[in-house]
């Protein structure tokens, strides 16, 4: 079986002077007028790893809290979590199903199934006060959204992740990974392939989508205001096998 | 509170030329020589990130599985996870913890403190037969020792991260991880300071050296040959803070 083996050499580029994102905005246009001011060069196969955050404000995925009406259970579980039960509300509208409450945080699969604290709903670098931000309603479908309209723009065949920032089980600290992806295969597979010394590998399937959309989090930072990062020189299939592939089936989870 | 933000573009660069390590071999200059054959121009806060495996053959982390003498509990487990009893007993014997069965794996936290499939034991890549490759006893001294080597023949400071292959809960496909650093904050933490809109970040604490082992793993790839990177121009808190702070006390796990 043949696998596409990276590159040798890969750069990654904050897109930097991304203005304050407003819903409606036509977040495609912004990023290669951003790249244009910044004189990056746009090649054939760069990657475009563009916070999810950004996504849903274009997508106007705001959420007013004094419009939620709480339902009989959010205020129940509102006073075993303490956590605001408009906002709990706002979780569960949001998802498919809850793994956990724990204090202050609701651990929760989200309506396109990836597992999230708080359904991924966003409180800090909104901008706006008495507001939640959901993430993108179908990040596959943004990615690939951005991903055409970026490729006309830029007249380039380019990949389009939408990232966000997640605890990991056993681990401490948060990383960036794939919510969303478009011109890119999330996997590189070597399952059936052979190692060095000619021996099958058996389980190696590479998330190769979380780690660019990690890579991307080394150069975009959190207070710095940088939304959207560059991969060059990565190679990869083009194959499109989206995001929500990334998701595991629940009876397949050892770590569960 | 001051956190280091990262730069704006940053290399990934792979160390190739590396031959296969042997247990006794000198990794370091092995990386120092590679690095003058390839005409890599290593600076000051260059970030080395060297796949586990090869620190382990060049520590003989090799056990022979005709030296293993399975125990009763080994012997009867085998029969339950379709597993050879000896591998069982070097997963025992390299952990601290059992946390699952399953067939074909263990679920196990090693006693550095990673929990990992098989406890990080493995079969792919290592060249000998009848042989189980564990994980360096001690990854986080392994990187320092590293380090420290590695800053004396470039005359440079540097970082090290000891990188391996994880599978994750809730995800398909693994990611790599850092199971050992040196010369580094494996945090970026965000916690206490102000978003761009002055509101507090109460959880962002970025774990950056899981990233950035991610970011070096796009260059490495499983077939290639390529056990090193170097991460250029990333900027980060050198402060000594090393990957075992990466592992999450059970007790705080929401995601467990």
């Not at 190769?208 to 990062?229: F, N, R, Y």
Request: aromatic residues 6%; proline residues 4%; glycine residues 6%.
């Amino acid at each position: 079986m043949a696998v596409i083996e990276p590159g040798d050499k890969i750069e990654i580029i904050a897109v930097k002077g991304i203005p304050d994102i407003k819903p409606g905005d036509d977040l495609a246009r912004i990023i290669f007028e951003a790249c244009q001011k910044n004189g990056i060069l746009v090649e054939e196969n760069d990657i475009f790893v563009i916070a999810s955050k950004i996504v849903a404000k274009a997508e106007n995925r705001f959420v007013k809290l004094s419009d939620i009406v709480p339902s009989p259970f959010s205020l129940r579980a509102s006073k075993i979590v303490k956590k605001d039960a408009r906002e709990i509300e706002a979780i569960l509208n949001a998802s498919r199903r809850i793994i956990r409450m724990r204090k202050g945080i609701f651990l929760a699969e989200t309506e396109f199934g990836v597992v999230a604290a708080n359904a991924g709903i966003d409180k800090s670098n909104i901008g706006k006060e008495d507001y939640l931000l959901l993430l993108p309603k179908d990040p596959d479908r943004s990615a690939r959204m951005l991903r055409k309209r970026l490729e006309k723009l830029f007249n380039k065949k380019i990949a389009v992740i939408i990232s966000d920032t997640y605890g990991r089980t056993w681990r401490e600290g948060q990383v960036d990974m794939a919510i969303g992806a478009s011109g890119i295969n999330v996997f590189r597979d070597y399952r059936g392939s052979k190692d060095m010394y000619n021996r099958i590998l058996k389980v190696t399937n590479i998330a190769q989508a979380d780690e660019i959309a990690s890579a991307a989090e080394l150069v975009m930072g959190k207070k710095k205001g940088v939304p959207v990062a560059i991969v060059k020189h990565y190679l990869y299939d083009t194959t499109e096998v989206p995001a929500k592939k990334l998701n595991r089936k629940d009876a397949k989870d050892l770590y569960r």
